[in-house]
């Protein structure tokens, strides 16, 4: 358990803030690109706590400043686009992608007064369908070539949703291997059988589909490695006297975590705060060998939500569609055959901010531990003006911070920890696009 101090430290990200003035050194996603209309990109987003404004120039670049106006506090996500910019309708003033103010046509002609404007301005970029922002100080750094960034367009899917927690408890359910082994368990197969199920797949080697065997293999052996971009957690399952279940997940400091999905399929997922009692899991699907099906993975995720919120129609406010007729025959949690809403369910359940203070953690939850030490060292090397995991002060160090690498195998008892590296590296051979595992 943490103390009430810790956990306040470790989940408040709004401005000013220790914990948020350490995700704001990190690109964050702002947008899926697809939520901003071709007759008039501008969209008003919360991120971290700060009321924003995103929109797109005719030149096809973002700019992120202020939502409120910088003269009298009105709102610019009604602003007009105009000179690659966006214009105050109060009284004209013209802000640029930075949030410089251009233009105060109300002023005298020879006025020098927008000068020295200078409104709230992040830069953005874009990856693989997400709009990213960077919302800290200094210029921002570049990004790093894992591979949710690096895969091309057309091996890859973006989308998001909308859970109503604090964003830490969407990290750490995230990075718990041992809860698939029930939350995610079906009392008898899936029913479906349809592209883009994660849990559905049969694992390389077996006959089981990957929530049957994790479903019989409920007690994993966990350990967690340091890494240059977070965390590298292990589940191995002992299946028999002679083969193991390798599972390798990842966390990608300092709010996403990357899992493999199927045998040739990894999914990186942020959880970003809109402020400290919600926030958005932005996530980018890849497959190291096919391109994806784009129309049919957005047509499934669609089905589930609303727009232009993205909120699950399987909510806190409907008890998650709960069904004990289904819990008793199908499914382990009677909330339908999604996944990620019982993962929704896990985190929401919790209350708005998880208290920690009241918990028992046990040796199962060594991943969450192990992040809950690396997010408190970094809060305070980060106020203390030091690099953090996962940063890149240069291109070089950028280059370097590849992959991660995210598998599910089976190999023999005493060979996995050889073998593991080896699959990957095949899988990577074999791929159009993949670069060799550093």
């Not at 005493?414 to 990957?424: A, I, L, S």
Request: with cysteine.
């Amino acid at each position: 358990m943490l103390s009430r101090e810790d956990n306040e430290l470790i989940t408040r990200t709004g401005p000013r803030t220790p914990c948020g003035g350490l995700l704001r050194a990190y690109w964050q996603p702002v947008a899926l690109v697809t939520e901003m209309p071709e007759e008039r990109p501008v969209k008003a987003v919360r991120l971290l706590g700060e009321d924003l404004v995103l929109f797109r120039a005719p030149d096809g670049d973002y700019g992120l400043i202020g939502r409120f106006c910088a003269h009298r506090g009105v709102d610019l996500a009604f602003g007009r686009l105009e000179q690659g910019g966006l214009r105050c309708l109060y009284h004209g003033w013209l802000y640029d992608r930075d949030g410089q103010c251009l233009e105060q046509p109300a002023e005298p002609e020879h006025s020098r007064f927008h000068t020295k404007i200078k409104h709230v301005g992040y830069p953005c970029a874009v990856r693989n369908g997400i709009v990213f922002g960077y919302l800290g100080g200094g210029d921002p750094p570049p990004f790093p070539h894992y591979d949710c960034f690096t895969a091309p367009d057309e091996y890859t899917f973006a989308f998001k949703g909308l859970w109503e927690c604090n964003w830490l408890q969407g990290v750490e359910g995230g990075i718990d291997p041992s809860h698939v082994s029930f939350l995610h368990r079906f009392l008898r197969d899936d029913p479906r059988d349809t592209y883009g199920q994660q849990f559905r797949e049969e694992v390389e080697g077996t006959d089981q589909t990957l929530s049957s065997l994790v479903a019989e293999n409920f007690r994993p052996d966990i350990d967690v490695e340091p890494t240059e971009y977070g965390l590298r957690v292990f589940a191995i399952r002992a299946l028999d006297e002679v083969r193991r279940h390798v599972r390798v997940t990842n966390l990608l400091f300092p709010n996403a975590f990357v899992v493999p999905f199927g045998n040739n399929k990894v999914f990186t997922q942020w959880h970003v705060p809109i402020d400290d009692f919600s926030h958005y899991w932005y996530m980018i699907l890849y497959d190291f060998e096919e391109h994806t099906d784009k129309k049919q993975l957005l047509t499934q995720r669609l089905d589930g939500c609303t727009l232009p919120d993205y909120r699950p129609l399987r909510n806190r406010h409907n008890n998650w569609g709960f069904d004990a007729a289904e819990q008793a025959s199908l499914t382990y949690t009677g909330m339908g055959l999604d996944i990620n809403v019982h993962d929704q369910w896990a985190v929401e359940s919790m209350g708005p901010v998880q208290d920690r203070t009241v918990e028992h953690l046990g040796v199962s939850d060594r991943a969450v531990t192990a992040n809950r030490r690396l997010l408190l060292r970094a809060i305070t090397d980060h106020a203390a003006g030091k690099d953090t995991v996962g940063t890149a002060p240069g291109e070089a160090a950028a280059r370097a911070l590849t992959g991660p690498e995210a598998v599910d195998m089976i190999a023999g008892v005493n060979e996995w920890p050889r073998r593991w590296r080896e699959h990957e590296a095949a899988r990577r051979t074999r791929s159009p696009w993949a670069a060799e595992p550093r």
